[in-house]
């Protein structure tokens, strides 16, 4: 924050000063002719001359004037007005030195304009530059779907979950719970902050939540079909090897130091592996593998890609969205099948094969998912070695380890008991987040702050966030214009064909935008414009 | 900020950005030269002086000598002479501004597209639009900080001073 600051500071002192005030000095006076020959002689361009006659008429000669000290003249091509400065005379002038009660030049003012011209440049240049930014990767501008904080000063590259990334429309609601790491609760009492900080509606219909508590060295995980394993031990990653080498440190440690890769050059819809080494596993009869992920921003140009397609007919097709169920299993299929899960397979040195155990997948380029997979059939053995095959350039993996399961479990489900609207009670918000029937609706600039009684105080807690409910994305009126309903059509029927034709477009998109996105850190505090 | 604050503020900020084209567009005189014709303008420089005890006087700098200014005055368009121990302060502006009035509502327009960025640029483009319409009115000017009464006689349609066959009420 400090760093932007200081950066906006810097490019607006730099503007400000390319164009601060300048003051001219460029007139001269000269009361006698020899001075006046003296200081032009040297001059490359030779000004015009002002002769204010004793009688106060003026004579403005052209640049070819000329003295002539034998006759006592000055003469040149130019205009003589009188005193109230009507002009009388224009063409060839001479006039009598002795005439003249004093000589003025003035040097041209060259540009003056250039520097406001060039402050505003710059400032359409950063326009340019910053706009571009959003409207080829609106969600760096503009966010995306319920973000929630346990601190609710943070910003959204800190975000602790995201809620129901998938559902863009109401038929396609559902419930989202994202892990939120285990917490020393103190005295009983737990807050989440809610943001939209998106330009959609958000439509959530429960807040819950699950949490399981914790005796020392337990954890507990989640994995993708929402069940969830009590566990303890863990075991670090010993080696881990992608395309571009040793890759040990980045998924070592949780530090959100994330391993990705970009897109393939001639085929979005394209794989790669990833080998890892567990060494010096004591038990390795009921491992479960712990992985630490989120989506680049790919998916979020098929997104919107999706809705710049649909054009001016973006409400039509969202109608048929709702009313025709082909339609929404081609969308739930598509290019998300396409893509593939994060697919992880196990060595068998029995078979001498890989084999495969299940896959991530939670859509989202924000919130780091916290997943678990329980590991099959794996044979008794203090070394492990796992496959991660995965789409190039769409998951950013920051944390691997395994862990050993001590039984499956069922954390308690614990709905809010206040929520508070930009710090005011809001007893009306709990009463539509407790309601089975009901929405709550959450505007661009809202938060909501809910707040939860847990059983004990002083304990720890595994804590899971569960969201259920949809968004609308607001349509950007820049998306009109890209209108293409064939690209679409494309798209939801033949997603192998889309993702191979648009990999150019979409490597332009991810050489500059990810950059961009992950290095700006905003403090979305300040983004509010409605309230109530 | 609540939507009906935040729409109210952005009226404000239209009008104000409004008022300022209003304004800057129409308080030069016309006699006043473009700053690429100052060398080739008959008549003085535009001057403001802001008196001591009476009501301040601005018009066409006539002559200035060692003890009074002549100003040819705005409203009366008659000949006023100040005494130079009368004057308090004095501005003189001797071409004609460019306004840059305009580009405070219009590059208001981008930062709509910026999204979260704009909670920066948004004051970029105010710091960055008023400054420019705000020393794109104040050149071309001088005034008793950087100008002396010695210097301030080249821009008066006299330099020389009045001449003596000119009678001060037949100046216009």
């Known amino acids: 924050?400090?760093?932007?600051?200081?950066?906006?500071?810097?490019?607006?002192?730099?503007?400000?000063?390319?164009?601060?005030?300048?003051?001219?000095?460029?007139?001269?006076?000269?009361?006698?002719?020899n001075s006046l020959i003296h200081e032009t002689q040297n001059l490359k361009t030779k000004p015009f001359l002002k002769a204010h006659l004793k009688n106060g008429d003026v004579c403005i000669l052209k640049d070819s004037w000329k003295i002539d000290t034998t006759l006592n003249i000055v003469s040149g091509n130019g205009t003589q007005y009188d005193f109230n400065r009507k002009q009388i005379f224009q063409g060839s002038i001479s006039v009598l030195i002795d005439s003249v009660a004093i000589f003025e030049t003035n040097v041209k003012i060259l540009n003056p304009e250039a520097g406001r011209i060039t402050a505003l440049s710059l400032m359409t240049g950063l326009d340019v530059v910053v706009g571009l930014i959003c409207l080829t990767n609106p969600k760096a501008c503009f966010g995306s779907c319920p973000t929630f904080y346990i601190n609710e000063n943070d910003n959204f590259h800190y975000a602790d979950a995201e809620g129901f990334s998938n559902a863009i429309s109401p038929t396609l609601e559902y419930y989202d719970i994202d892990a939120i790491n285990h917490k020393l609760i103190t005295d009983n009492a737990f807050s989440i902050t809610m943001k939209n900080e998106a330009l959609e509606t958000h439509c959530v219909k429960d807040v819950k939540v699950l949490a399981y508590p914790l005796k020392e060295r337990e954890r507990v995980f989640q994995s993708p079909t929402d069940e969830f394993f009590l566990c303890e031990k863990n075991y670090p990653l010993s080696r881990a090897k992608g395309n571009e080498g040793d890759i040990t440190a980045l998924l070592k440690y949780e530090d959100r130091q994330e391993r990705f890769s970009l897109s393939d050059e001639t085929n979005l819809s394209s794989k790669e592996e990833i080998f890892l080494t567990f060494e010096n596993i004591e038990k390795s009869?009921?491992?479960?593998?712990?992985?630490?992920?989120?989506?680049?921003?790919?998916?979020?140009?098929?997104?919107?890609?999706?809705?710049?397609?649909?054009?001016?007919?973006?409400?039509?097709?969202?109608?048929?969205?709702?009313?025709?169920?082909?339609?929404?299993?081609?969308?739930?299929?598509?290019?998300?099948?396409?893509?593939?899960?994060?697919?992880?397979?196990?060595?068998?040195?029995?078979?001498?094969?890989?084999?495969?155990?299940?896959?991530?997948?939670?859509?989202?380029?924000?919130?780091?998912?916290?997943?678990?997979?329980?590991?099959?059939?794996?044979?008794?053995?203090?070394?492990?070695?796992?496959?991660?095959?995965?789409?190039?350039?769409?998951?950013?993996?920051?944390?691997?380890s395994l862990t050993n399961i001590i039984k499956q479990v069922t954390p308690i489900e614990i709905s809010p008991t206040s929520i508070?609207?930009?710090?005011?009670?809001?007893?009306?918000?709990?009463?539509?987040?407790?309601?089975?029937?009901?929405?709550?609706?959450?505007?661009?600039?809202?938060?909501?702050?809910?707040?939860?009684?847990?059983?004990?105080?002083?304990?720890?807690?595994?804590?899971?966030?569960?969201?259920?409910?949809?968004?609308?994305?607001?349509?950007?009126?820049?998306?009109?214009?890209?209108?293409?309903?064939?690209?679409?059509?494309?798209?939801?029927?033949?997603?192998?064909?889309?993702?191979?034709?648009?990999?150019?477009?979409?490597?332009?998109?991810?050489?500059?935008?990810?950059?961009?996105?992950?290095?700006?850190?905003?403090?979305?505090?300040?983004?509010?414009?409605?309230?109530? | 900020m609540t939507l009906k604050h935040s729409h109210t503020m952005k009226t404000k900020i239209a009008l104000l950005g409004l008022l300022i084209v209003f304004f800057s567009s129409c308080t030069t005189p016309k006699y006043l030269p473009s700053s690429n014709k100052v060398d080739v303008n008959e008549y003085g420089s535009y001057i403001k002086i802001i008196h001591k005890t009476a009501s301040n006087i601005d018009g066409e700098l006539i002559a200035i000598d060692s003890n009074k200014i002549v100003v040819l005055t705005e409203g009366t368009k008659k000949c006023m002479t100040v005494s130079l121990s009368d004057v308090k302060h004095f501005k003189l502006r001797y071409a004609k501004p460019k306004h840059y009035g305009w580009t405070i509502p219009t590059f208001l327009v981008y930062p709509f597209i910026h999204g979260y960025f704009s909670v920066f640029t948004i004051p970029i483009h105010l710091i960055v639009t008023i400054s420019v319409t705000v020393t794109g009115e104040n050149a071309f000017k001088y005034s008793d900080k950087n100008m002396t009464y010695e210097k301030l006689r080249m821009f008066a349609r006299f330099p020389q001073g009045i001449p003596p066959n000119v009678d001060l009420a037949s100046i216009k």
């Not at chain 1, 810097?10 to 005030?21: R, S």
């Not at chain 1, 804590?463 to 059509?489: A, Q």
């Open chain 1, 285 to 400: 009869n009921n491992l479960g593998l712990i992985l630490h992920f989120r989506q680049t921003l790919m998916t979020t140009y098929f997104i919107y890609s999706a809705m710049g397609y649909m054009g001016d007919e973006v409400g039509d097709i969202f109608a048929k969205i709702e009313t025709e169920k082909n339609l929404k299993d081609k969308l739930n299929k598509g290019i998300k099948k396409e893509l593939g899960d994060i697919e992880i397979y196990t060595w068998n040195e029995q078979k001498n094969n890989w084999e495969f155990q299940n896959g991530f997948y939670e859509t989202g380029p924000i919130a780091i998912n916290r997943q678990f997979i329980p590991l099959r059939n794996l044979h008794s053995n203090s070394n492990v070695k796992i496959k991660i095959v995965l789409n190039r350039g769409l998951w950013r993996i920051d944390y691997v």
């Open chain 1, 1 to 33: 924050m400090k760093k932007i600051i200081f950066y906006i500071l810097t490019i607006t002192t730099l503007i400000i000063g390319i164009q601060a005030c300048k003051t001219y000095y460029f007139r001269s006076n000269y009361k006698d002719v």
């Open chain 1, 420 to 532: 508070y609207n930009k710090g005011k009670l809001d007893n009306i918000a709990l009463g539509k987040i407790n309601s089975p029937n009901k929405y709550l609706l959450s505007m661009p600039g809202n938060e909501y702050k809910f707040n939860f009684i847990l059983p004990n105080e002083n304990s720890h807690y595994e804590l899971f966030l569960y969201s259920k409910g949809y968004y609308l994305e607001w349509m950007r009126e820049h998306w009109i214009k890209d209108k293409d309903l064939m690209k679409l059509k494309q798209m939801v029927d033949s997603p192998k064909n889309y993702l191979k034709e648009e990999t150019k477009n979409y490597k332009q998109y991810e050489a500059t935008m990810e950059q961009e996105f992950w290095n700006s850190k905003i403090d979305t505090k300040t983004f509010s414009y409605y309230e109530n």
